[in-house]
């Protein structure tokens, strides 16, 4: 796998990530991800969020089962941060 390339060319989006916790991006920002990342991201407003994944992979839905989380249940780490994810305490 390789990295990903992140893009929010509008709004302010907060994110959480295994390796960096949670983050506050707002546009223009271009963050480049490590390879198997998983991501949840909070939009505060209006927002646009792009992410290329580099892949020989062809068939979609053999890429949608590589790059897309089924339910929130794969994503481990997210109930210690949804708190802050949403601006509560």
């Not at 480049?32 to 990342?37: K, M, N, T």
């Not at 991201?41 to 890429?63: C, Y």
């Not at 339910?71 to 941060?81: A, P, Q, T």
Request: net charge negative; hydrophobic share 40%; with cysteine.
């Amino acid at each position: 796998m390789r990295q990903n390339l992140n893009i929010c060319t509008k709004g302010r989006i907060s994110v959480i990530t295994e390796q960096d916790g949670l983050k506050h991006i707002e546009a223009p920002a271009v963050i480049v991800s490590p390879p198997g990342v998983k991501r949840v991201a909070f939009a505060h407003e209006d927002s646009v969020w792009m992410t290329l994944h580099a892949t020989e992979e062809t068939d979609l839905d053999k890429i949608e089962e590589i790059f897309i989380a089924k339910n929130y249940d794969e994503v481990e780490f997210l109930e210690e941060h949804k708190k802050p994810l949403l601006g509560e305490k």
